[in-house]
């Protein structure tokens, strides 16, 4: 308990909190009610013990877990190719009597977990051994992909580049990996093989966002409207425009931010932004304080997940990012994404809580 990082936990916590507040007022006048904060409550009140007992949790045990924590994600994600449930053109949940569940949201974690097991397994001298985990992550990434789940599949590809830049012993090998990415990006955006058709419209409306206003621009256009109108100090909780007459699509999810925006202004975003610094920052103190390879490896995989969620999520709303499905950590509704946030914190917290483990003769 001496080496707890309190600010780490309290910061999510606090962020989860002020997240239902934004929920229930984008539900203010939808047709759920107020039934997604309610059941946003449940979440946080059940991730905030599952986020201690992960702080409990030796991480070094992961690293035993981590081969069947992989196979039973590859499992799951077989099983919603076949049995899934299907919403909004995507097949990702499978439906368990009242709870839906999402296993492209916990596979996050176990791949940032599997990712650093087998970097930790040679020493990749050779640029040959690369094949090992690229192929590990690319199974699981396309059947992501095939759900279709872009987004998903994008922060798990930034989860395995961070890994590899931190964990090659040569600068080199990784920038040869970094042009194959690029190349492989290129094709994706050049060609139909990879990208759906409105995918690639969403990139095409990023560069130029006036092109298709009322059809997939209209979710961008919304979005930045919404941010706008908060101005300052904002239009008061419950008295946001654009948040209350539900011009923004899926404002309680993936756009979150623009009801924080609206109603709570430019200084109520820069409060969220402050709180997101001091978890990525006790991340980041974190990876130093790592006292071997895997847990440095694992830190990186879950920082490197929760930057990117906020990088990318922030940026979509306010234009300077393509849209794409990434929720915003422990704000947007869901309970596999809040859930995985608080597991993957309390793994962040184990982590930081031994690193004064070799005086304590624990090593």
């Known amino acids: 308990m001496r080496n707890f990082n309190w600010s780490l936990a309290i910061a999510c916590v606090v962020i989860s909190i002020l997240g239902v507040m934004c929920i229930q007022s984008a539900d203010l006048h939808g047709s759920d009610g107020t039934g997604e904060y309610k059941k946003q409550l449940v979440y946080v009140v059940l991730g905030i013990p599952l986020m201690i007992g992960f702080s409990l949790i030796d991480y070094r045990s992961w690293q035993r877990w981590a081969p069947g924590l992989y196979v039973a994600n590859l499992l799951l994600l077989l099983f919603i190719m076949r049995g899934g449930h299907s919403a909004l053109g995507a097949q990702r949940w499978i439906q368990l009597g009242p709870i839906t569940f999402q296993p492209s949201e916990p596979a996050k974690l176990i791949l940032a977990i599997s990712i650093a097991f087998v970097l930790c397994r040679s020493s990749y001298e050779k640029f040959s051994e690369l094949w090992k985990p690229i192929v590990a992550v690319a199974i699981p990434a396309l059947l992501i992909l095939k759900q279709p789940d872009l987004g998903t599949a994008l922060v798990v590809l930034a989860i395995f580049s961070a890994q590899l830049f931190f964990g090659l012993p040569k600068l080199g090998d990784f920038a040869i990996y970094a042009m194959g990415v690029l190349t492989a990006g290129a094709v994706a955006v050049g060609t139909n093989a990879i990208l759906k058709p409105f995918q690639k419209a969403r990139l095409v409306v990023f560069l130029n966002p006036k092109a298709d206003p009322q059809g997939f621009g209209y979710n961008l256009n919304q979005s930045k409207i919404a941010v706008g109108n908060g101005e300052l100090i ?42 997101y610094i001091v978890v990525l920052y006790g991340g980041v103190r974190t990876m130093i304080a790592a006292r071997d390879r895997f847990g440095f490896l694992l830190a990186t995989g879950i920082v490197t997940m929760l930057f990117f969620h906020v990088l990318v999520n922030v940026g ?35 982590i930081y809580s031994q690193k004064d483990r070799d005086v304590l003769g624990n090593a």
Do not use: C, K
Request: hydrophobic share 50%.
């Open 316 to 350: 979509m709303t306010i234009g300077i990012m393509p849209v794409a499905g990434i929720p915003l950590p422990f704000m947007s509704y869901g309970g596999s994404a809040i859930l995985t946030n608080f597991a993957a914190v309390g793994v962040l917290l184990n």
């Open 234 to 275: 904002g239009r008061g909780l419950h008295h946001g425009t654009q948040t209350q007459l539900n011009f923004v699509p899926e404002h309680s999810r993936d756009f979150i931010f623009t009801v924080l925006g609206e109603e709570f202004g430019f200084l109520g975003a820069m409060a969220l932004i402050a709180l």
